[in-house]
């Protein structure tokens, strides 16, 4: 029974990356207008959620922060790769018109996704009460997130309908995390271990080299102040649902 209610947690936290269908409502005009703001708040939440969610969390699996930070470069290095690698694809193939950085953000995300889905899976084992606290924890701070990942997707070329199934694509490795840490909760430690500051070095890959760079495009003072506001907002709430962690 606790396994059920663990997947049935694990499958709320992936819904939550259809909150982007609220961007179905929108008409393509405004859309346009307010996803440089969707960007710079996606790159903000990237940026708090590895050096203020992530990698605190990462500390507490392991007793050498040297070793940890090794990871977190090691991410950094990897998405480096990858990206290096979806470049070169990218230009073999003269119908691709996606920027690399959307799957980046899939491959960085699903990574995430997954490790909480090994905390959701570890935590219903021992107890049901923390387990849905823990579930609720994780669904405020993906509700944000998943806003931004999803303007990602769009800004990087895909449409509305495939950034859906994408951003539901990487939340679904909740589930199988959840399936890992149920039966070997014993490993849990060293699962998140290796993982998160994984992911910590892809977020801030993805925001440092790839949003970033988009947003010092824009020239207008105005909207550049905006977009400030959005990427310290993006920083300031990560923060906040930290801190109350």
Not at 18 to 47: E, H, P, R, T
Not at 94 to 111: A, P, Q, R, S, W
Request: hydrophobic share 55%; glycine share 8%; charged share 10%.
């Amino acid at each position: 029974m606790n396994l059920l209610y663990a997947l049935a947690a694990s499958f709320a936290v992936s819904l939550i990356s259809l909150v982007g269908i609220l961007a179905l409502l929108i008409n393509q005009k405004l859309l346009k207008d307010i996803i440089f703001l969707l960007i710079a708040f996606s790159a903000g939440s990237l940026i708090g959620s590895a050096f203020l969610g992530i990698i605190p969390e990462a500390m507490e699996h392991v007793d050498n922060i040297a070793f940890l930070f090794l990871f977190v470069l090691l991410g950094y290095v990897l998405f480096f790769l990858f990206e290096k690698y979806l470049h070169w694809h990218h230009h073999h193939d003269e119908k691709c018109d996606v920027h690399m950085f959307t799957y980046l953000n899939v491959i960085g995300d699903g990574i995430h996704n997954f490790c909480d889905g090994l905390i959701i899976g570890a935590v219903f084992l021992t107890d049901v009460r923390v387990g849905i606290a823990t579930t609720l924890a994780i669904i405020l701070h993906e509700i944000p997130q998943e806003l931004g990942d999803f303007a990602v997707l769009i800004y990087g070329g895909f449409s509305r309908a495939k950034a859906l199934f994408y951003n539901f694509l990487s939340a679904s490795f909740a589930v199988a995390g959840t399936l890992v840490g149920y039966f070997f909760a014993h490993l849990i430690g060293g699962f998140s271990a290796i993982l998160l500051p994984l992911a910590a070095g892809g977020f801030i890959y993805i925001a440092s080299c790839d949003l970033i760079p988009e947003l010092r495009k824009e020239t207008d003072s105005r909207k550049s102040v905006s977009i400030t506001a959005a990427f310290l907002l993006g920083v300031a709430l990560m923060y906040g649902l930290n801190a109350g962690v």
